[in-house]
């Protein structure tokens, strides 16, 4: 997998709690911020480190988010993972979010949200996610 190093929002990112991606990027300037427009923009979210220290009840939602500030003072979500049990988070798992959502208003990052089981912390656990040149779908470019 070719990720871009200047569109990647997490690069091996520990998650142990919520958190949003360490990179937020900046994916449109001036008037037009869409760019999920024609041919679909590969995005890749890997586990690099299985997730240990859960059980099953345990989930990870990743979720896509946008603003039009750096800040993310008021996030839209324009795609979501939905709950993932964090025992099926073992290194090589991807996320079945597979291209850059629409409706981008000019800063886009990820936000990993955690649910825990009474009395459970992770122990480990890291993603690396970014847009990348090819994420095996079937899309054709003309």
């Not at 919520?18 to 041919?39: Q, W």
């Not at 009840?57 to 750096?70: F, G, P, R, Y």
């Not at 939905?82 to 936000?111: H, S």
Request: glycine share 8%.
């Amino acid at each position: 997998m070719l990720y871009d190093k200047e569109n990647m929002f997490s690069d091996n990112q520990a998650i142990t709690a919520d958190a949003a991606s360490t990179n937020v990027l900046e994916l449109a300037k001036g008037p037009i911020k869409e760019v999920a427009f024609g041919t679909p923009i590969p995005l890749r979210i890997q586990v690099t480190k299985t997730f240990t220290g859960i059980t099953s009840a345990s989930t990870l939602e990743i979720k896509v988010q946008t603003d039009d500030n750096e800040a993310f003072s008021s996030p839209t979500v324009l795609a979501t993972s939905g709950a993932i049990p964090m025992t099926d988070l073992k290194d090589g798992f991807v996320a079945p979010i597979n291209y850059v959502p629409r409706g981008n208003q000019g800063f886009m990052r990820l936000y990993y949200d955690v649910t825990l089981n009474a009395s459970e912390t992770v122990t480990a656990g890291n993603i690396t996610a970014g847009i990348v040149a090819s994420n095996g779908g079937s899309y054709h470019e003309m």
